[in-house]
């Protein structure tokens, strides 16, 4: 570790501020395939181990659905940390392991499932309408996990992830594509997290 990278990861361990207990980040297909893509993926599950974090979201946009597989099989490659489940744009189970990935699963379309799901529970007279509650639209999402920080290379544009979970989280848009993430990245996602004063939407 560099000098920089030494004085980034001390700045961050001295700090009383807190970490980021859940991260998400943001990849495109391309990213994930490119050169040394997945590697760069398995060195931050550990950076974010590392500095404290208990679950990672990992967002992959998909604009061709026959590169699911092989997106599939790049991640089934991985030695992690901690055990991953990955969900697809036809999954439904929910997201529940310590490393959750999402391959072209989109935010709007997960959102819209959980509504019918309590469309179809009003229905069946299972649950009443004036009834419905946030937690009834959480407890049928495929992602459950709010991120507190969530973290985006190259363009400084939001994607369709997790759109509900999202709301209150921090953005951090690194300066550099993904092929050029080093651990200074994450570090520097990291201090900018903890010189924030989160506010929750209040």
Request: glycine content about 6%.
């Amino acid at each position: 570790m560099g000098l920089y990278d030494t004085y980034l990861a001390t700045r961050i361990r001295l700090s009383d501020a807190d970490l980021p207990e859940t991260v998400a980040v943001v990849l495109t297909e391309r990213d994930l395939l490119s050169d040394d893509g997945d590697v760069t993926l398995q060195d931050l599950f550990d950076w974010a181990i590392e500095y404290g974090a208990e679950r990672i979201v990992v967002y992959v946009s998909v604009l061709d659905r026959e590169a699911v597989p092989t997106l599939r099989d790049v991640l089934d490659g991985l030695d992690t940390p901690r055990p991953l489940v990955v969900r697809g744009p036809d999954d439904h189970e929910r997201a529940d392991a310590p490393i959750q990935v999402s391959i072209g699963l989109g935010g709007k379309h997960e959102f819209a499932a959980a509504v019918r799901q309590i469309a179809e529970a009003v229905e069946t007279g299972d649950l009443a309408p004036e009834e419905v509650t946030e937690e009834d639209i959480e407890q049928r999402l495929v992602f459950p996990t709010a991120p507190d920080l969530v973290i985006k290379t190259g363009a400084e544009r939001l994607s369709d992830f997790m759109i509900w979970q999202s709301v209150y989280s921090e953005l951090y848009f690194a300066d550099v594509n993904w092929q050029n993430v080093r651990k200074r990245e994450y570090l520097r996602a990291l201090r900018d997290y903890q010189e924030r004063q989160r506010r929750f939407g209040r």
